[in-house]
């Protein structure tokens, strides 16, 4: 009796060592098959895990090559969407140039204007949506795009141009383009109509007076530290040519640095407006909510 239950007990091993690879294999090639390979694909990208669904459409593209176009937009998307812009680009560029006729192709034109909108590259955004738009056929995908065109004229500060681009909008067939149209128009109105300051005008009123082009500008210190330093060493010049004549090497020396101050006084006035006029509308540009479509 012992004897049989051993045997029985060395069948059942045997039995387990001889399938259980067969059933190992069978599972893995399931997990690796293609519908499943992309169905982890949609599920990452579900999960915002961009970069790591990009690789599993790749391995998708690898049992499917035929099913390129589709897959290879998601692939540049999640490219976008990770962060690596240089690659999003050009996996649309790749499916333009090999599927140029496919339903994918109006979304990856738009697409690449939004990536270098991305990249902070507002007028090569402009330039290249403005070649593409007669290429984008579907309705809603040119009005997105001429909206972006209008935000890298807002990002631009480029006023004038993006009241157009969001004029033009109000009238669009698309809701939501023309809800966002009044919004941004707006917008652009009251970027115009910034309180900003007059570099020529900094400058002249330096010159005129020293300091008062800082004044202007709203830089109290600094316009009563310059009228002091170019007052000190004007009137010490003045002390010292008074006492000694031309010859007077306190009255060269201080007016030199007189004029240094008051050349620099002028010059400084010019960049402190620049200056006023870049943090006034960055400030108001940070108050820009934008949400590029998918």
């Known amino acids: 009796m012992r004897n049989k239950q ?39 990208y579900a999960q915002g895990d961009y970069l790591r669904a990009a690789d599993e459409y790749q391995r998708y593209l690898f049992y499917q090559p035929k099913e390129n176009a589709q897959i290879h937009y998601k692939i540049a998307v999640c490219y976008r969407f ?20 496919s339903q994918f192709a109006s979304r990856a034109y738009y697409q690449i204007g939004a990536t270098y909108f991305l990249q902070g590259q507002f007028e090569r955004s402009v330039q290249f949506l403005d070649e593409v738009l007669p290429r984008i056929t579907d309705a809603r995908q040119h009005a997105e795009a001429e909206q972006l065109i209008g935000l890298s004229y807002l990002r631009q500060k480029r006023w004038t141009e993006a009241d157009e681009v969001f004029k033009a909008l109000q009238a669009s067939d698309v809701m939501q383009i023309r809800e966002k149209a009044e919004v941004y128009h707006i917008y652009a109105k009251n970027g115009a109509d910034l309180p900003t300051r007059s570099p020529l005008l900094a400058g002249t009123l330096s010159t005129i007076l020293p300091g008062t082009g800082r004044l202007y500008t709203g830089r109290l210190g600094d316009a009563l530290t310059t009228l002091f330093t170019v007052g000190l ?49 960055d400030e108001f540009l940070a108050t820009l909510s934008i949400e590029l479509p998918y």
């Open 6 to 44: 051993i045997w029985g007990l060395l069948l059942i091993i045997l039995f387990k060592t001889a399938f259980l690879p067969v059933a190992n294999a069978e599972e893995s090639f399931a997990y690796y098959s293609p519908e499943n390979v992309l169905k982890f694909a949609d599920f990452l």
């Open 82 to 101: 990770g962060g690596k812009t240089e690659q999003a680009i050009q996996g649309f560029e790749a499916l333009l140039r090999t599927n140029p006729e």
């Open 233 to 281: 060493t004007g009137w010490q010049a003045y002390d010292g040519f008074h006492r000694d004549g031309l010859s007077s090497v306190k009255g060269w020396t201080l007016g030199t640095l007189c004029g240094i101050f008051y050349v620099g006084n002028i010059y400084g006035s010019v960049i402190s407006a620049r200056v006023y006029n870049r943090r006034i509308t």
